[in-house]
């Protein structure tokens, strides 16, 4: 027991034998940080559009005037530096590091950013990934954000479990695709939130259905949407869906995510900004 310990463990974070309370595993934020609001964005598997999903949303959010910050947790598959077309190396000094601006001022750290080679291939273990998720928390210095979005590391396991212990989540927004098995995604990410008592902002289903240029058409490829139903059956309020889009792949992919106008969102950003 500390000499000066007041019985109140909440306050402290000594692991003494007296201890009545379990101790938080949420890490501490930066001290030159002053972070809001943290929405996660999970998906059941990757490929799915999640990182697209994170970028949208936080363009959206910085459009409104909001600062706006991604942090990306998907160690393994990052996307978001490319996204937004950044390939310099993140500054790093005894205080911490920093992270980097897009062009519309959204702030950034992901692996990505810290590598020599972003084309070498993480293959770090689950703990080592969620110890570097953690740091990009408590050691980078966000500065004043009011939404940090983190592109979660794909599926309900370990990981993304860790990660979202270990981070203040305000809300999850959970994606999908038509191809996968949706109730079982949305049930298990659904259950994830409910053990940490986050809600579920919303669903977005991305790859929806495909809009004929020439006739307006809409196409669901991939077979019918299922996706409100489920909304309903779990009590989630926002469904959004994005159809599958070809100017969307390409300025995702050629980093001009800050280009991509589609209103097909609007409903998660309300959701969002009215949590
Ligand atoms: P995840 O983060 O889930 O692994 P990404 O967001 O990186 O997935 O998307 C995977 C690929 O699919 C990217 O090349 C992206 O441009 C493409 N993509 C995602 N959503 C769409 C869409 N609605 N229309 C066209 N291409 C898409």
């Known amino acids: 027991m500390s000499e000066n310990c007041n019985h109140n463990c909440s306050e402290c974070s000594s692991n003494c034998g007296e ?46 005037g909001y600062n706006t910050a991604i942090l990306d947790a998907d160690i393994t598959g990052p996307s978001i530096p490319k996204a937004f077309g950044l390939c310099e190396k993140a500054l790093s000094t005894e205080m911490g590091l920093f ?43 966000w500065g004043d954000v009011d939404y940090m979005f983190v592109d979660m590391p794909p599926g309900t396991g370990d990981v993304p479990l860790t990660v979202f212990q270990s981070l203040p989540v305000d809300g999850i927004v959970v994606v999908t695709s038509p191809q996968e098995l949706v109730s079982m995604i949305v049930g298990k990410a659904v259950n994830m939130a409910e053990m940490m008592n986050i809600p579920v902002l919303g669903i977005v289903e991305n790859m929806s259905y495909f809009e ?57 950003v309300n959701a969002i900004e009215s949590k």
Not at 34 to 54: P, Y
Not at 129 to 134: D, F, R, S, T
Not at 225 to 249: G, W
């Open 19 to 64: 201890r009545t309370e379990p101790q938080s595993m949420i890490e501490k934020m930066n001290e030159m940080s002053n972070i809001k609001k943290v929405i996660g964005v999970v998906s059941g598997k990757g490929g799915v559009g999640k990182s697209l999903v994170t970028s949208m949303l936080a363009v959206k959010m910085r459009q409104k």
């Open 99 to 141: 992270p980097m601006d897009t062009k519309t001022g959204i702030k950034t750290m992901s692996i990505n950013l810290l590598l020599d080679d972003e084309t070498s291939p993480v293959i770090w273990r689950g703990p080592v990934i969620a110890g570097a998720v953690k740091q990009f928390w408590s050691d980078v210095i």
């Open 212 to 268: 004929c240029p020439d006739c307006g058409k809409k196409h669901s490829i991939f077979g019918e949407s299922h996706v409100d139903e489920l909304a309903k059956q779990y009590n989630i309020n926002t469904v959004s869906k994005i159809p599958i889009d070809k100017t969307i792949a390409q300025k995702c992919d050629s980093g001009k995510a800050e280009e991509i106008n589609c209103s097909c969102i609007e409903d998660i």
